[in-house]
C-alpha cells in the first residue's frame, strides 16, 4: 500500500491506438451491406420473435394446464 | 423530526456554503462537501436503524403545499423499497467526492457543486411521493450528470457523449410527461397515495404503461436503447461512472417498480414477454458484447448492461422473490459496479489508458489492487458469498415460477457472466507485465484503500448475511404484488 506515486503512462503501441480508435468511431467506419442485413435479420428479428413466442407459449401452457382463462398478451396471435 | 427534508436540503445548504467559498480555497471546499455528504450518509443510515420493517405505509412522510390550487402537493416519504436506494446514494456522494480528491484539479468548487446539487435531486426522486414532482426530479439528475460529463470528461468524445446521454432520456421521457398529464386530467390530482387507489381502464392503462416505459427502458437501459451508455461512461470521469452505474440506472428500474407495476397491473401483464424478451436480449446480447470489448470501462458498461437484463425480469416476474431479488440485485450492483469501476479509475490514473492490450501481470506490482479486484469481480460474476448472487438467485427461482423458458435463458447470462468476468481479471492480473507499454506502477495509495474497504464489505455482509436487506423491504414488496392482483 501506499508508496510514493511514480508516472507511469503509457508508452502508447500505434497499432493499439489504431486498432482502439477504429472500434470507436463505429458511426464512421459501418457499411451497410447484404451480410450486415442478413445477420440483422437472424439476430435482430428471428431470435427475439422466436424467444417471444416461447415465452407467451409457455404462459398459455401454465394457464391451461391451472385451469385458467389464457392470459392476453401483446402482439400474441390467440 | 424531519429527516426526509434535511437528507433533501442539506446537500443543497451545503452547495451554497460552499458557492460562497472563493475557488481558490480549494481544500477547504473538498472538506465541507466531503463533510456534509459524510453527514447526510450518517442520516439516512439512521432511517435504516429506525425504519419499521412491519409496515407497507410510507414512513417519515412530510408533506408541503406546492401548488395546492391545482391539488399539486409535494409529498414525499419511503417505504422498504425506497430505503436502501437512499442509503446507497448517500453512500456513494462521499466516494465520488473522495475519488476526485487528487484527480480532479480544474474547477474543483464545480465539481463538489454538481455532486451535492446532483444528491439531492437523486434522493427527491427516491423520496417523492408526487407522480409530476417525481417526473420533475428525474429529468433535473440529468443537468449536473451532463455537466460532469462534459466538463471533466476523459478525452475529446465527452461531448458528444453528454449530448447523447442527454438526448436519448429526455426524448424517452417526454412521453412520460404526457402520460403524467393525460392521469392528472383524469384522476385530478397527481398524488401517488390517490393514485393507487384510482383504476384505469384497460385501454388507457397500455397507453400509459407504454409512455412510461419510454421513459424508463431508457433510463434502465433495455436493449436496443442501451447505445448512450457505454459512451457515457467511457467519457465520464471515474466519480461520474460510479453515480452512472450505482444510481441513475436504478432509477428507471425503480420508476418501474414505483409507478409501472402497481398503478397498471393488467398492461403490466399484457406487456410481460415484452419486457422477458428485450432483458434476454440484453442479457445475452450484452454479455457476449462485453467478451468482445477491449476498453476496461466499456467492459464494465456492457455487463451492466446484462445486469439490468436481470433486474428486470425479476420485477416482471411479478412475485415477492423475483421482485426482492431484483432490487437486491440493485443495489448489489450498485456495489459491484461502482467499486469496478473505480478500479479502472485507480489504473487510469497511473497509466492514463483503458485499453486492456496494455494490461497484464498487475499482480507482480499492484498486489493490493489485485485482491480488491478479484473481490469485485467475483461479485460481478455472481459467486455465492457475494451480493450479486443473493439477488440473482432470487430473480431465478422468482422467474422460474412464473415462465421456465425465460428462466432458463435467462441464467445463461451467469454463465457468459463468469466468463467475461474471469477473462477480465485474468488479461489485466496474471500473465507476464508488459514492459513495453507500462514500466511500474504503484500499488494502491491510502486514500484509495479506504475507498475499497467499504465496498468489499458491503459485498461480503450482502452475500453472507441478505436477510437484513431484506426484511425492511418484505412487507413493501408484498404489498406492491398484492395490489396488483398479481398472485394467481
Known amino acids: ?78 | 423530526m424531519p429527516f426526509l427534508s434535511f437528507l433533501l436540503l442539506f446537500p443543497l445548504v451545503g452547495a451554497l456554503i460552499i458557492a460562497c467559498i472563493p475557488s481558490w480555497k480549494v481544500r477547504a471546499i473538498k472538506i465541507i462537501a466531503l463533510c456534509i455528504s459524510l453527514i447526510n450518509f450518517v442520516v439516512a443510515s439512521g432511517l435504516w436503524i429506525v425504519f419499521d420493517n412491519s409496515t407497507a405505509k410510507f414512513q417519515f412522510v412530510e408533506h408541503i403545499g406546492w401548488l395546492p390550487f391545482f391539488n399539486m402537493n409535494a409529498y414525499i416519504g419511503i417505504d422498504g423499497i425506497s430505503l436502501f436506494f437512499i442509503v446507497l446514494t448517500t453512500f456513494l456522494v462521499p466516494v465520488c467526492l473522495l475519488v476526485g480528491w487528487v484527480n480532479i484539479s480544474k474547477h474543483v468548487k464545480e465539481y463538489c457543486l454538481a455532486f451535492l446539487i446532483l444528491e439531492t435531486c437523486m434522493l427527491a426522486v427516491f423520496c417523492m411521493l408526487d407522480l409530476l414532482l417525481f417526473y420533475v426530479f428525474f429529468e433535473s439528475v440529468l443537468l449536473p450528470m451532463f455537466l460532469i460529463i462534459g466538463v471533466w470528461g476523459s478525452r475529446a468524445r465527452k461531448i458528444r457523449a453528454a449530448y447523447q446521454f442527454f438526448l436519448y432520456t429526455l426524448v424517452g421521457s417526454v412521453l412520460m410527461l404526457l402520460a403524467i398529464l393525460l392521469i392528472y386530467f383524469q384522476v385530478g390530482t397527481t398524488d401517488l397515495q390517490v393514485l393507487l387507489v384510482s383504476e384505469f381502464s384497460e385501454r388507457r392503462q397500455l397507453l400509459l404503461w407504454l409512455a412510461f416505459f419510454a421513459s424508463f427502458a431508457v433510463k434502465v437501459p433495455m436493449v436496443p436503447l442501451h447505445i448512450w451508455l457505454p459512451e457515457a461512461h467511457v467519457e465520464a470521469p471515474t466519480a461520474g461512472s460510479v453515480i452512472l452505474a450505482g444510481i441513475l440506472l436504478k432509477l428507471g428500474t425503480y420508476g418501474f417498480l414505483r409507478f409501472s407495476i402497481p398503478l397498471f397491473p393488467e398492461a403490466s401483464l399484457y406487456f410481460t414477454p415484452l419486457i422477458y424478451t428485450m432483458s434476454i436480449i440484453g442479457i445475452v446480447y450484452a454479455s457476449l458484447t462485453t467478451l468482445r470489448q477491449i476498453d476496461l470501462k466499456k467492459i464494465i458498461a456492457y455487463s451492466s448492461v446484462a445486469h439490468m437484463g436481470f433486474v428486470t425480469i425479476g420485477l416482471f416476474s411479478l412475485n415477492v422473490q423475483g421482485v426482492e431479488g431484483a432490487i437486491l440485485l440493485m443495489l448489489s450492483h450498485g456495489f459491484v459496479a461502482s467499486a469496478l469501476f473505480l478500479c479502472v479509475g485507480t489504473l487510469y490514473d497511473r497509466t492514463h489508458t483503458r485499453l486492456i492490450q496494455y494490461y497484464g501481470g498487475l499482480v507482480h506490482i499492484m498486489p493490493l489492487f489485485s485482491f480488491f479486484f478479484l473481490v469485485f469481480t467475483m461479485g460481478n460474476l455472481s459467486l455465492p458469498g457475494t451480493s450479486s448472487f443473493v439477488g440473482e438467485f432470487l430473480i431465478l427461482v422468482g422467474t422460474f415460477q412464473t415462465n421456465t423458458w425465460i428462466a432458463t435463458l435467462a441464467a445463461t447470462g451467469m454463465i457468459l457472466g463468469g466468463a467475461y468476468s474471469i477473462w477480465l481479471y485474468n488479461r489485466v492480473v496474471f500473465g507476464n507485465l508488459k514492459p513495453l507499454y507500462i514500466s511500474m506502477g504503484s500499488d494502491v495509495n491510502r486514500r484509495e484503500f479506504w475507498i475499497f474497504v467499504p465496498f468489499v464489505l458491503a459485498i461480503l455482509w450482502m452475500g453472507f448475511y441478505p436477510q437484513v436487506f431484506l426484511d425492511p423491504m418484505h412487507v413493501s414488496v408484498s404489498n406492491v404484488i398484492q395490489h396488483g392482483a398479481y398472485i394467481s
Open chain 1, 1 to 78: 500500500m501506499a508508496g510514493p506515486r511514480i508516472p507511469t503512462d503509457v508508452k502508447p503501441n500505434k497499432f493499439v491506438e489504431a486498432n482502439g480508435y477504429a472500434r470507436e468511431v463505429v458511426e464512421n467506419t459501418f457499411r451497410f451491406s447484404l451480410k450486415n442485413l442478413g445477420k440483422f435479420a437472424i439476430f435482430g428479428i428471428a431470435v427475439p420473435v422466436l424467444i417471444y413466442k416461447g415465452c407467451v407459449q409457455e404462459f398459455h401452457v401454465a394457464d391451461s394446464k391451472y385451469g385458467r382463462p389464457a392470459k392476453k398478451f401483446a402482439m400474441d396471435g390467440n
